[in-house]
């Protein structure tokens, strides 16, 4: 008989922003601990319950179930200042952290120096400028020589005095290599240790933890950072973050041995967006879209210049796809939550969903945003788009090829179903969904061969229609 506990995964399937986080939040109840086992401070989401809004980067989601411990895992780059701001945010608001917060020794610090160059060098990608390809760079490289490249937390904890210089060299070097002005090394330096040093009672010296955790009968949830198509390996590289991000990444980044692996779910969003440059097959507008977005580095077009020159249901009718994305752009608000950059907007691709729910082994599917596809009743197309496969030089294909080069050349096959006029954000059963809306979701299922779960039908926690 089986007493250990479970173990669950939730990924998303394409670019990021997915809403990751309030699929969570309806499934963490029946959890004890929830771990993060990829990437840094790049990610966010805002938390929101009742009148209370926090915005966490590092610390895992799951901070309103009072009980509930929040892990750190080896996979991850951890930034001590960073850290300290989230903390201090979630206990302005009242909520209890100190003793249930633990970062894994393992995790690779964030060094002053890495901020410095992913500042200098990340712009091409459109790099969130956290100093994660920098710090997982160090990581792979290990040493030079006799300088240590990698720190990480239970190494700078247990030897700080060898560390902190190693810290100092890398900066002063960078310092000087790129002639940086109004950067005082010395002082940047003390207040790295003075932050590593304040976060020292989170350290997590026992590799075994979590699992021992599971084996005692506790329920842990992995939460994923970026998504599957910003995989450092399998994704649109170089336009990717720096780590794993697909499910197994879970077990090697979150301390846990593969055996105690239950589920995988995942998330993905009706109409897709993506910020930052790189492939999107699906994109309206192609890459005059691509071009648009990156206008004054994102900066031209944002959310309230756009609203002021245009408006989105005459941009629906027109026949160009740049107009439609723009118009269902700003119908659907994908703006970057804090930068109000505009995200390219694309139909959703059946294709890419079904590689990475294989590839991932998905159980459960979650799909964000379902309701807004209500807006392609209102354009100039035939009916929702959904693309069905690929064209690569006259070839059909049902997979992403693995090369950027031929990514940028395949065009999307799209199929279209008869598009829904309702507004179904007030549904919440599954029964009550107009049959227009359950037969996409079957054509969903069919094309990804994975089971639709749930689906989102607008921001509220509770906008949200359970199917299985
Ligand atoms: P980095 O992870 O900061 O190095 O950024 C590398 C690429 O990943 C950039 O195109 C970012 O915009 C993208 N990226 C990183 N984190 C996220 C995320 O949480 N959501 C969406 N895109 C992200």
């Given at each position: 008989m089986t007493t250990h506990g479970k173990s669950t995964v939730l990924i998303g399937l394409q670019y990021g922003d997915e809403g990751k986080a309030r699929v969570m939040d309806t499934l963490l109840k029946n959890y004890d601990i929830v771990a993060r086992f990829n990437g840094g401070a790049n990610a966010g989401h805002t938390l929101k319950v009742g009148d209370v809004e926090i915005a966490l980067h590092q610390i895992p989601s799951g901070i309103f179930y009072k009980d509930m411990m929040l892990y750190v895992g080896s996979g991850c780059v951890v930034n001590p200042e960073k850290v300290i701001r989230e903390i201090e945010e979630i206990q302005s608001k009242?909520?209890?952290?100190s003793k249930r917060l633990f970062i894994s020794g393992y995790a690779t610090l964030i060094q002053p120096h890495h901020l410095l160059f992913d500042e200098i060098y990340g712009k091409h990608i459109g790099s969130t400028k956290n100093g994660i390809g920098p710090a997982y760079a160090d990581r792979a490289m290990r040493a030079k020589h006799k300088e240590i490249k990698n720190i990480r937390f239970g190494d700078y904890l247990a030897d700080p005095d060898t560390f902190k210089e190693m810290a100092r060299n890398a900066l002063t070097k960078m310092i000087e290599k790129h002639g940086v002005?109004?950067?005082d090394a010395d002082a940047e330096i003390k207040k790295?240790?003075?932050n590593v040093f304040a976060i020292k009672d989170y350290l997590c010296h026992d590799p075994l933890m979590i699992e021992n955790l599971i084996r005692s009968g506790k329920n842990i949830f992995f939460e994923g950072a970026q998504s599957v198509m910003l995989d450092v390996v399998t994704g649109?590289?170089?336009?990717v973050t720096s780590s794993r991000t697909i499910a197994a990444a879970a077990y090697t980044g979150g301390d846990?041995?593969?055996?105690?692996?239950?589920k995988t779910l995942a998330v993905a969003k009706a109409i897709m967006s993506r910020v930052g440059n790189g492939p999107f097959v699906s994109e309206f507008g192609g890459e005059r879209s691509e071009a648009y977005c990156a206008e004054g580095d994102g900066f031209d077009h944002v959310k309230e210049k756009e609203y002021a020159d245009s408006n989105p249901e005459e941009l629906l009718k027109s026949d160009d796809k740049l107009e439609i994305g723009?118009?269902?752009?700003?119908?659907t608000g994908e703006y970057g939550a804090t930068t109000k950059r505009p995200r390219r907007i694309g139909m959703l691709d059946l294709v890419m969903l079904r590689q990475n729910c294989k590839l991932n082994g998905v159980d459960e599917l979650y799909i964000n945003k379902f309701d807004c596809l209500m807006h392609y009743s209102k354009t100039s197309l035939p009916g929702i788009p959904l693309v069905v496969a690929?064209?690569?030089?006259?070839k059909k294909i049902n997979y992403m090829p693995a090369s950027v080069s031929e990514n940028r050349r395949v065009k999307p096959v799209v199929e279209y179903v008869p598009a829904f006029k309702n507004d179904i954000s007030g549904i919440r059963n599954y029964d009550d969904l107009p049959q227009e809306v359950k037969d996409?979701?079957?054509?969903?299922?069919?094309?990804v061969e994975s089971k639709v779960c749930g689906i989102g039908v607008g921001p509220e926690r509770e906008q949200f229609v359970t199917i299985c």
């Open positions: 009242g909520l209890e952290i002005k109004n950067l790295f240790h003075e649109m590289t170089p336009f846990l041995s593969i055996r105690y692996h239950e723009k118009g269902l752009r700003m119908l690929y064209d690569l030089d006259g996409l979701i079957k054509f969903i299922e069919k094309h």
